[in-house]
């Protein structure tokens, strides 16, 4: 049977990798039902099995020894076939191949939650005297992996406020070029829990105009919009890595990650997610399969939600300001850098309370279908209080320069009805 696939996934290159029928690219909501999969390798079962085992059989000694040339970067381009559930596995390799699908990446790697991706791209990209520059805010545990747990391997940082124009990005960047070499350039947009989003463009652009031949990767995490709002790869990111714990898992019950990118770019990354064990369980692999299923079901829904509850927020008499991306000022850089680079306002937003704290607990203490909880990206609606939970650590200068305040409520619309949605937080700002 020479020439048949005899392993599911990407390393498989049977027919059920079709990305186009008769000249037609089909759409990634079309792919996400068979793609990378072939059931006559699997007893015809029409969803891929959970593959939980440890290791995998080699057909002979030359194939188990050419695999591990694959897997040691001995030969480039990875294992050639299935070794060892730390390396790799069939639940893992369909999802990567379906990752990719959404941001017309080259390759994708899973890994078993958002920061073990973050922590693995940034320990294969950098060594000591490097600098990595960022956008700021970041997600609080990526503040604390790149300015404490990097930097006591001597890896520096030098960062620019998320909503930055070309010239103070472009000052960032000779900043840090006179402080060392520049490993990567990272990104999060929008920031948490501003909204700002960072304008991957001019970020580009000064990263190209370097001196000198180094063109350090931009990475950025496409969380809080992807893949279905942003696509950074099309504006010249080199790398995405997302939390799939949000909007890609989306029924709040799994924690994972992923980065994808071209092949080359990946390529030590896979080699350290080998060595380290990074790499994403077969099980929550193939809940993810599930939840790709109806991403972009989920993702509009909840995009539609958002917009109608925002309305109705908006004018309230008791809130002060709602900080959602739908609501730029279409004169601004913010709204020129939407139009830019993002194809919906996405569902979670800020939400400023008349009042301070006990309003914004009020507030959450009365809400009844939004449950009281940090994450975001669920089926269904979650509302917390920043500045007493996930950024409590954050110093009181810090807050107030990122705008978190203690009326601040931050709130991730679910797919639930959107009057019942609507009706909740109405009665709960009427118990402010
Ligand atoms: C923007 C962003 N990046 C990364 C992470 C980390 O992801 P995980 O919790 O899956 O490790 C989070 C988690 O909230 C996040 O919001």
Same mark, same amino acid.
């Given at each position: ?22 000249? +037609?690219?089909?759409?990634?909501? %079309? ?27 080699f ?5 188990g020894k050419r695999f591990f040339e694959g897997v040691t970067?001995q030969r480039?381009?990875?294992a050639?076939?299935?070794v ?34 973050? @922590? &693995? ?30 930097? +006591? ?54 990263? *190209? ?13 496409? %969380? ?60 929550? @692999? ?28 908006? *004018? ?22 939407? +139009? ?34 940090? @994450?975001?990206?669920? &089926?269904? &609606? ?41 009706? *909740?937080? @109405?009665?709960?700002? *009427?118990?402010?």
């Amino acid at each position: 049977m020479s020439g048949e696939p005899t392993t599911q996934g990407r390393k498989a290159g049977n027919a059920s990798h079709a990305l186009e029928i008769a000249g +037609r690219r089909l759409k990634p909501s %079309t792919l996400m039902m068979g793609y990378g999969y072939d059931p006559r390798l699997s007893e015809g079962a029409l969803k891929p099995p959970i593959f939980l085992t440890s290791t995998f059989v080699f057909e002979s000694a030359a194939a188990g020894k050419r695999f591990f040339e694959g897997v040691t970067g001995q030969r480039p381009g990875g294992a050639e076939g299935l070794v060892y559930s730390r390396f790799n596995g069939p639940d893992q390799e369909i999802l990567e191949g379906r990752l990719g699908v959404w941001e017309e990446a080259e390759d994708a790697l899973s890994f078993s939650s958002g920061m073990a991706a973050i @922590s &693995t791209v940034l320990l294969a990209l950098v060594k000591p005297g490097d600098v990595i520059v960022h956008s700021s805010p970041l997600y609080a545990a990526t503040e604390t992996l790149i300015g404490r747990t990097l930097a +006591r391997f001597g890896v520096a940082s030098c960062d620019f406020p998320a909503g930055a124009g070309p010239e103070e990005i472009e000052a960032a960047m000779r900043r840090a070029q006179a402080m060392g070499e520049i490993a990567l350039v990272y990104l999060e947009s929008p920031a948490n829990p501003t909204n700002a989003l960072v304008d991957l463009e001019a970020v580009k652009a000064a990263r *190209d105009r370097l001196a000198g031949p180094a063109r350090p990767p931009i990475v950025i995490d496409n %969380t809080f919009l992807g893949p279905l709002w942003a696509k950074p790869l099309r504006q010249g990111a080199d790398m995405v890595v997302y939390s799939l714990t949000k909007y890609a898992g989306g029924h709040s019950d799994l924690v994972a990650g992923g980065a994808l990118g071209s092949k080359a770019l990946l390529e030590p990354i896979r080699a350290l997610r080998n060595t380290i064990g990074t790499i994403l369980d077969p099980h929550s @692999s193939w809940m993810l399969l599930r939840s790709l299923e109806t991403l972009e079901l989920r993702m509009s829904r909840a995009g539609e939600n958002a917009a109608r509850v925002c309305a109705f927020l908006k *004018d309230h008499p008791k809130v002060e300001q709602v900080g959602y991306l739908g609501f730029l000022d279409p004169a601004s850089r913010q709204a020129d850098i939407f +139009r830019r680079h993002c194809a919906g306002a996405g569902s979670t937003f800020s939400l400023y309370l008349k009042g301070g704290e006990a309003d914004a607990f009020a507030f959450l203490d009365a809400l009844r279908i939004a449950k009281l909880a940090v @994450s975001l990206g669920g &089926t269904e &609606t979650l509302a917390s209080h920043p500045a007493s939970m996930t950024h409590l650590s954050v110093p009181g200068e810090r807050k107030a320069q990122l705008g978190i305040s203690d009326n601040l409520v931050r709130i991730s619309i679910g797919v639930e009805d959107a009057d019942d949605l609507i009706a *909740d937080l @109405s009665q709960a700002l *009427d118990a402010v």
